[in-house]
């Protein structure tokens, strides 16, 4: 039996119809809503390429049940920032070159923005611990860490 789920997206009200409730949240996101900042990476929520965030929250995609985001707000890369206003992390990781492939671009900006917003003014050590799970098989870490100091220290 199919269900209509409200949620909020990006600043826009949704409604997702799905005849299963434990759906991730990443299939809605991109088969439905045709939003592709959140990557399928593991499928286990161990990597962070699908992370969004939920009520300000970083969350795994991948594996959060669809149902479970009803009534919920929900901010993927594509409503972090803009491409005439970008985010203050997305425009560090331009400045400082913190991408290769980009393929788990959006999983660190995600879990950056919503460590940023809980801890402004953090020490490198707290950053490289807050992502510590998110993988990057192109070894961009260094880069990624200095993204998110530059866009710390802006503040």
Excluded: W
């Amino acid at each position: 039996m199919s269900q209509n789920l409200a949620m909020t997206v990006n600043g826009r009200p949704v409604t997702v119809a799905t005849d299963d409730p434990d759906m991730p949240l990443l299939y809605a996101l991109r088969n439905d809503l045709g939003l592709t900042g959140p990557h399928f990476g593991c499928g286990l929520g161990q990597c962070g390429a699908c992370t969004v965030h939920v009520d300000g929250e970083a969350m795994r995609s991948c594996v959060l049940p669809v149902a479970s985001a009803a009534g919920k707000t929900i901010v993927t890369l594509e409503g972090l920032g803009t491409p005439a206003a970008p985010h203050k992390l997305q425009q560090a990781f331009i400045a400082e070159q913190a991408v290769q492939c980009g393929y788990c671009t959006n999983g660190m900006i995600m879990q950056s923005a919503a460590f940023l917003a809980k801890t402004p003014r953090p020490t490198e050590a707290q950053v490289r611990e807050e992502l510590v799970n998110n993988i990057c098989r192109c070894g961009t870490h260094p880069r990624v860490v200095a993204a998110v100091m530059r866009a710390a220290s802006q503040g």
